[in-house]
């Protein structure tokens, strides 16, 4: 979640957050780490990336990048979804084209992981809205890492989706300089 153009550098393209989204046996959840940076230095540790959204908190969202424009695509999507109820997908397809099209909306850096309890997709700034064949998402700078260890973990057979989520996201954050292991759980 820090506030950074994207850099040739940075191949992940994000620092400063991970979001993992996992679906299993009918479950969904979704973590986030805490950790807030800005450059070098962790600003806060406890920042609440996931949450839940839309009419009786019926999705789940979690945001990486700048943290002002996450939010704006927060509050974009829940009108999305006011206007367009139970159907994420049309929801977020409809954010995707005002994202891509507006001159302002056009400037936000950040990437979003969002699901319902019956599908998870990642929205991104070029007008993506990109569903999981395998039901797994990791976003932000430890995501790679996160997305890793869960798609491994998903051949572990009594793991839940909360469980897998909860390793997965504890092996990013001893991989990832930017990810911290103060995990906020929201699960469908």
Request: neutral net charge.
């Amino acid at each position: 979640m820090q506030n950074t153009t994207l850099a040739a550098a940075d191949p992940i393209g994000w620092h400063g957050t991970t979001i993992l989204c996992v679906r299993r046996d009918g479950k969904v959840t979704m973590a986030g780490d805490g950790q807030v940076s800005m450059g070098q230095t962790i600003v806060k540790g406890n920042a609440r990336k996931v949450r839940r959204i839309g009419a009786g908190g019926a999705v789940i969202a979690g945001f990486a990048g700048a943290t002002a424009d996450a939010f704006t695509l927060l509050e974009r999507l829940e009108s999305k979804l006011e206007r367009y109820p139970n159907q994420l997908e049309r929801a977020c397809v409809e954010l995707a084209k005002d994202w891509r099209t507006d001159r302002y909306l056009r400037r936000l850096e950040a990437l979003m992981a969002v699901a319902d309890k019956d599908r998870s997709f990642t929205l991104t700034g070029n007008g993506d809205v990109l569903e999981p064949e395998d039901g797994v998402i990791g976003i932000g700078s430890g995501g790679n890492y996160a997305l890793a260890a869960a798609r491994a973990l998903m051949d572990v057979p009594d793991l839940t989706a909360e469980e897998i989520a909860r390793r997965s996201m504890r092996i990013a954050s001893q991989i990832c300089v930017y990810t911290n292991g103060n995990i906020i759980i929201e699960s469908l």
